[in-house]
T-cell receptor
Framework: GENVEQHPSTLSVQEGDSAVIKCTYSDSASNYFPWYKQELGKRPQLIIDIRSNVGEKKDQRIAVTLNKTAKHFSLHITETQPEDSAVYFCAASSENAGNMLTFGGGTRLMVKP | EAQVTQNPRYLITVTGKKLTVTCSQNMNHEYMSWYRQDPGLGLRQIYYSMNVEVTDKGDVPEGYKVSRKEKRNFPLILESPSPNQTSLYFC???????????FGSGTRLTVV
């Protein structure tokens, strides 16, 4: 089955700096890659996603890039703010697995004012 | 409002006492899934369902049961809970096209 690895497990940045979180996946048939943000004590919420026919997608300060050859995708947050502090999860799914999501282990992002 | 509703939000129970955590979605989603979240272990899938009467095991199904008799409901059943099932549980749903999941608010279960 699919295996998703996420790095780093914790990331501390200064407010205004950029943050990058990286994930790799194992199933070459995976074609959908969402990112979730989970604030303390709350549910994971979808913040951005990308499909395998696209190499990059941007939404304001958040962008995701996908390298299908390397089976690697990344989340980029620019101009970080304290409210970006949360745990971020990447995930991957493929039609081979019934479109079920497999999650990475999570990255705790801390943005210091 | 489109949402996934889980109940209860918090539950403390004793070892061996059967319990059910309910999950309901109002988005007509085909896919529903249960995850447990433990510190340092991320989100691990327990069971999932691709449609009514279709369920399958995820990564950590031992000690759990599910049913999908109706499209909107996907209850999680612990027949004989044990302390190692103390965890935060999330139900989630998505459309058949494999879009991102919508998660419920979570159920924090403690088994003593």
């Amino acid at each position: 089955g699919e295996n998703v690895e996420q790095h780093p497990s914790t990331l501390s940045v200064q407010e205004g700096d950029s943050a990058v979180i990286k994930c790799t996946y194992s199933d070459s048939a995976s074609n959908y890659f969402p990112w979730y943000k989970q604030e303390l004590g709350k549910r994971p919420q979808l913040i951005i996603d990308i499909r395998s026919n696209v190499g990059e997608k941007k939404d304001q300060r958040i962008a995701v890039t996908l390298n299908k050859t390397a089976k690697h995708f990344s989340l980029h947050i620019t101009e970080t703010q304290p409210e970006d502090s949360a745990v971020y999860f990447c995930a991957a799914s493929s039609e081979n697995a019934g479109n079920m999501l497999t999650f990475g282990g999570g990255t705790r992002l801390m943005v210091k004012p | 409002e489109a949402q996934v509703t889980q109940n209860p939000r918090y539950l403390i129970t004793v070892t061996g006492k059967k319990l059910t955590v309910t999950c309901s979605q109002n988005m007509n989603h085909e896919y529903m899934s249960w995850y447990r979240q433990d510190p340092g272990l991320g989100l691990r899938q327990i069971y999932y369902s691709m449609n009514v009467e279709v369920t399958d095991k995820g990564d950590v199904p031992e000690g759990y049961k599910v049913s999908r008799k109706e499209k909107r409901n996907f209850p999680l059943i612990l027949e004989s809970p044990s302390p190692n099932q103390t965890s935060l549980y999330f139900c989630a749903s998505s459309s058949a096209r494999g879009n991102g999941y919508t998660f419920g608010s979570g159920t924090r279960l403690t088994v003593v």
